[in-house]
């Protein structure tokens, strides 16, 4: 995946994340994107405080194709993943992380939320620690402002 195909994945992810926040649920969003870099396989909006957009999307593709085909894909989300999402993300073998906004931009925004505590806990600190080797790529500076845009008035209204 080149750096325009990434900007495009991350601008669908941030649609898909507003589409979440219309339903009420924490405007995150993520994508399954094929090895060709450009074919979509699934996407997830967030669901709740449990069954974030990358964890869900994570299992739904574990569910749904081979370890091998999965080491291929890359999971495009909107905001750094969390420990539990990364962890994920490993579990089910996808190859690549492509985020937009780190965990830092989201806890500038959020505070201490109590619908959003989060951890202050890289992802590639968690891809780490594990056997496997998965790609991680992000932030993404120059879409910064477009992917924090949904959560300003979201968390101020919650």
């Not at 974030?52 to 905001?79: K, M």
């Not at 968690?126 to 949904?150: M, S």
Request: glycine residues 8%; contains cysteine; negative net charge.
């Amino acid at each position: 995946m080149d750096h325009e195909q990434a900007l495009r994945h991350l601008r669908h992810a941030n649609e898909v994340a507003i589409r979440a926040a219309g339903m009420g649920r924490h405007p995150f969003g993520a994508l399954l994107v094929a090895p060709d870099g450009e074919t979509v396989l699934a996407e997830q909006g967030n669901i709740d405080t449990v069954n974030h957009a990358e964890s869900t999307l994570a299992r739904t593709a574990a569910d749904n194709w081979p370890g091998d085909y999965l080491a291929r894909c890359t999971l495009v989300t909107t905001f750094e993943p969390c420990a539990m999402c990364a962890g994920t993300v490993y579990w089910a073998n996808i190859g690549r992380i492509v985020y937009g906004a780190s965990e830092e931009a989201l806890l500038a925004l959020t505070g201490a939320h109590e619908e959003n505590p989060t951890l202050s806990l890289p992802c590639r600190e968690v891809i780490a620690r594990g056997q496997k080797t998965i790609e991680v790529v992000g932030p993404v500076p120059e879409l910064n402002a477009e992917l924090l845009a949904p959560h300003r008035d979201f968390w101020k209204s919650r």
